[in-house]
């Protein structure tokens, strides 16, 4: 099991946790991941790890579309990967939600499923620079034909010589995405990911290696799930700890028609919790809200508790399916992080020891 460390985007003030990513380097985790909302980019702090690490790969947990043009997020990984050595960026990208595409990028929602797979493909084609490119897609072509053209765009080949084999990951969770992602990715974030949910996901992960008509197959595949560590004695002060957090993504993160987290709380079994919490904290009730998040919610979706009681639910994780665990601490606190080292049993590679 491979693991990562999730440092996520910034508050008010930017600050790159980089001893504690240091340490994680030097323990054997094999990531660290940024985001991005609408404030702090995921990729500028990517670059500033890179010149202070040797080994860890970067990820983006995710870079959303609509803030870059497919040319620019290849421009950029393919510069980060250079800069970093080669071999060590990990594109993990995503659509985020209507609120800020439309709110915050002011791009239009539009067909996510095709700008996607538009996305992907000319990513490909620069990566690989097998050519001028050019590509006609259902939501993005080059060159640019549509509204406002003048006609004199020109297919062009990147030159700067990126390494044409950047890994490709995306974070989804709805069915047509994940048979997308498993057509076309290296790897998948899952959205809603826990022990058990591969029996959901999976049919859909085959029909996408299907349609990939390669071969390929899980064994071909990288799956990175996000799980929240609170090493505690205290598991209900962890739970109250979750709460407000949950409660804004399921409550209040989206439209009421379109929530994606409040919809994976329903795919887990809690649709009246689910609706309650959207109920309440729409109307501006978000301490009954906090209030309305199952204990049990809580507990499925982190490793909470002791030593000996993290090691024990680690186990259901490990197990199942995923490549790696990307682990979030609330605190940062880097005791989670050398905890999560030994329970995983992570080792720097031979050549670092």
Not at 14 to 29: D, H, S
Not at 110 to 133: A, S
Not at 231 to 252: C, N, Q, S, W
């Amino acid at each position: 099991m491979k693991l990562g460390l999730a440092i996520g985007y910034s508050g008010a003030e930017l600050r790159v946790p980089i001893e504690r990513i240091q340490l994680a380097e030097r323990l054997g985790y094999d990531s660290v991941w940024t985001a991005e909302a609408y404030g702090s980019d995921a990729i500028t702090p990517l670059a500033f790890i890179a010149g202070q690490t040797a080994r860890i790969r970067l990820g983006t947990g995710i870079i959303q579309l609509a803030g870059r043009t497919p040319a620019n997020a290849a421009m950029c990984f393919g510069t980060l990967d250079a800069l970093a050595g080669g071999n060590r960026v990990i594109c993990g990208i995503g659509v985020s939600g209507p609120q800020i595409v439309e709110g915050w990028y002011g791009q239009p929602w539009g067909k996510p499923y095709y700008r996607l797979r538009d996305y992907i493909q000319i990513m490909r084609k620069i990566f690989r620079r097998e050519g001028p490119v050019t590509h006609q897609g259902r939501e993005i072509s080059l060159p640019y034909t549509g509204e406002g053209a003048i006609g004199l765009g020109k297919p062009l080949q990147s030159i700067l010589h990126m390494n044409p084999n950047i890994p490709i990951w995306m974070g989804c969770g709805s069915e047509a995405t994940t048979k997308l992602v498993a057509e076309l990715c290296d790897g998948w974030l899952p959205h809603g990911w826990s022990p058990g949910a591969m029996s959901y996901f999976g049919p859909w992960l085959e029909e996408g290696f299907r349609r990939a008509g390669n071969g390929k197959s899980l064994k071909d595949f990288e799956i990175q799930a996000g799980v929240g560590v609170h090493h505690t004695t205290d598991v209900r002060e962890a739970f109250r700890t979750m709460k407000p957090h949950i409660a804004l993504y399921v409550g209040g993160m989206g439209a009421r028609e379109m929530n994606f987290h409040n919809r994976i709380m329903v795919r887990r079994g809690y649709a009246d919790a689910a609706a309650t919490i959207q109920e309440l904290y729409l109307a501006g009730r978000k301490a009954e809200a906090i209030e309305a998040v199952p204990d049990e919610y809580c507990d499925e979706q982190g490793l909470i508790g002791t030593e000996a009681r993290i090691r024990e639910k680690y186990q259901a994780w490990a197990d199942s399916g995923v490549t790696g665990l990307t682990i979030g601490t609330q605190d940062g606190n880097p005791e989670v992080v050398e905890l999560m080292a030994k329970i995983a049993d992570v080792r720097p590679p031979a050549a670092v020891r």
